[in-house]
C-alpha cells in the first residue's frame, strides 16, 4: 500500500506515521526527517536545506524530488510506503506520479489555532518521536532515553511563516489528488489513538 499522509504543520502526521508503519510493516519516509539527519551530520544536503527550513520556507523541489525518488528504489518500499511531509507542491507530486503509484491520500483536516498550540509545546527526539510539554513534560524520551529538543523551526514566528506556505503551496494538492479520487479525509483534531482508528478504519 502506497500511501501518502497530507496536512498542515503540526496536523499529527508524524505521530500517525509512527502508528502507521508499524500497522501496515511499511516504511515511514519523512522529508523533514531526512533534512535533519543531514543537519546533525553536517552534509552538504544539510547545510543547504537548513538555509531554508530555519525561516520556515520549502527545500527547492529538485533537491527534495531527488532524494525522495532515492528513498524510494530501495527494496524495503517494495510492498509500500508511508510518506510524510512529501510531497508538498504541485510539482513535488507531478515528479512523483512518474515514480510511483499511489493508493491513498490521507488529507488531515485540522483547526489552525490547535496547530499554532500543537507546535509552540512539541518537543522532539533524534529518533523520530515527538510529544507535547502539556501531557509529557520530562525531557528524556520514552521510546529510547536520549534527550528531547525544540526543533528550530517550532518558534512561533517560523510556526506562522510555515502555515502559511501550506496554505499557498500544499494546500492545492487535496484538490490535485481529489481530481484522482485519492483522497480520505480525516478529522485530525482527537487524540493520537482517535484519528489511528478513523485512519485505519477508511484504509483497507
Ligand atoms: P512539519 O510538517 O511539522 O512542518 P517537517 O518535518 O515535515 O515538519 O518539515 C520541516 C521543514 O522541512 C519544512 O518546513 C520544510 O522547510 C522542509 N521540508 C520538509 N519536507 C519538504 C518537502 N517535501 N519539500 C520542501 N521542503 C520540505
Ligand atoms: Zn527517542
Same mark, same amino acid.
Request: aromatic residues 8%; neutral net charge.
Given at each position: 500500500?502506497?500511501?501518502?499522509? +497530507?496536512?498542515?504543520?503540526?496536523?499529527?502526521?508524524?505521530?500517525?506515521?509512527?502508528?502507521?508503519?508499524?500497522?501496515?510493516?511499511?516504511?515511514?519516509? @519523512?522529508?523533514?526527517?531526512?533534512?535533519?539527519?543531514?543537519?546533525?551530520?553536517?552534509?552538504?544536503?544539510?547545510?543547504?536545506?537548513?538555509?531554508?527550513?530555519?525561516?520556515?520556507?520549502?527545500?527547492?523541489?529538485?533537491?527534495?524530488?531527488?532524494?525522495?525518488?532515492?528513498?524510494?528504489?530501495?527494496?524495503?518500499?517494495?510492498?509500500?510506503?508511508?510518506?510524510?511531509?512529501?510531497?508538498?507542491?504541485?510539482?513535488?507530486?507531478?515528479?512523483?506520479?512518474?515514480?510511483?503509484?499511489?493508493?491513498?491520500?490521507?488529507?488531515?483536516?485540522?483547526?489552525?489555532?490547535?496547530?499554532?498550540?500543537?507546535?509552540?509545546?512539541?518537543?522532539?527526539?533524534?529518533?523520530?518521536?515527538?510529544?507535547?510539554? @502539556?501531557?509529557?513534560? @520530562?525531557?528524556?524520551?520514552?521510546?529510547?532515553?536520549?534527550? +528531547?529538543?525544540?526543533?528550530?523551526?517550532?518558534?512561533?514566528?517560523?510556526?506562522?511563516?510555515?502555515? /502559511?506556505?501550506?496554505?499557498? %503551496?500544499? /494546500?492545492? +494538492?487535496?484538490?490535485?489528488?481529489?481530481?484522482?479520487?485519492?483522497?480520505?479525509?480525516?478529522?485530525?483534531?482527537? %487524540?493520537?489513538?482517535?484519528?489511528?482508528?478513523?485512519?485505519?478504519?477508511?484504509?483497507?
Amino acid at each position: 500500500m502506497n500511501i501518502i499522509l +497530507l496536512g498542515a504543520p503540526g496536523a499529527g502526521k508524524g505521530s500517525q506515521a509512527t502508528k502507521l508503519k508499524e500497522y501496515y510493516a511499511i516504511p515511514h519516509i @519523512s522529508t523533514g526527517d531526512a533534512f535533519r539527519s543531514n543537519i546533525a551530520r553536517g552534509t552538504e544536503i544539510g547545510v543547504y536545506a537548513k538555509s531554508f527550513i530555519d525561516k520556515g520556507q520549502l527545500v527547492p523541489d529538485d533537491l527534495t524530488v531527488k532524494i525522495v525518488e532515492e528513498r524510494l528504489s530501495h527494496d524495503d518500499c517494495k510492498n509500500g510506503f508511508l510518506l510524510d511531509g512529501f510531497p508538498r507542491s504541485i510539482p513535488q507530486a507531478e515528479a512523483l506520479e512518474k515514480i510511483a503509484k499511489i493508493d491513498y491520500v490521507i488529507n488531515f483536516v485540522i483547526d489552525t489555532e490547535k496547530v499554532v498550540k500543537r507546535l509552540g509545546g512539541r518537543r522532539t527526539c533524534a529518533c523520530g518521536e515527538t510529544y507535547h510539554v @502539556s501531557t509529557h513534560p @520530562s525531557n528524556i524520551c520514552d521510546k529510547c532515553g536520549k534527550e +528531547l529538543y525544540i526543533r528550530q523551526d517550532d518558534n512561533e514566528e517560523t510556526i506562522r511563516n510555515r502555515m /502559511a506556505v501550506y496554505e499557498k %503551496t500544499t /494546500a492545492p +494538492l487535496v484538490g490535485f489528488y481529489k481530481e484522482r479520487g485519492l483522497v480520505v479525509d480525516v478529522d485530525a483534531n482527537g %487524540t493520537i489513538e482517535e484519528t489511528f482508528q478513523k485512519i485505519i478504519e477508511l484504509v483497507k
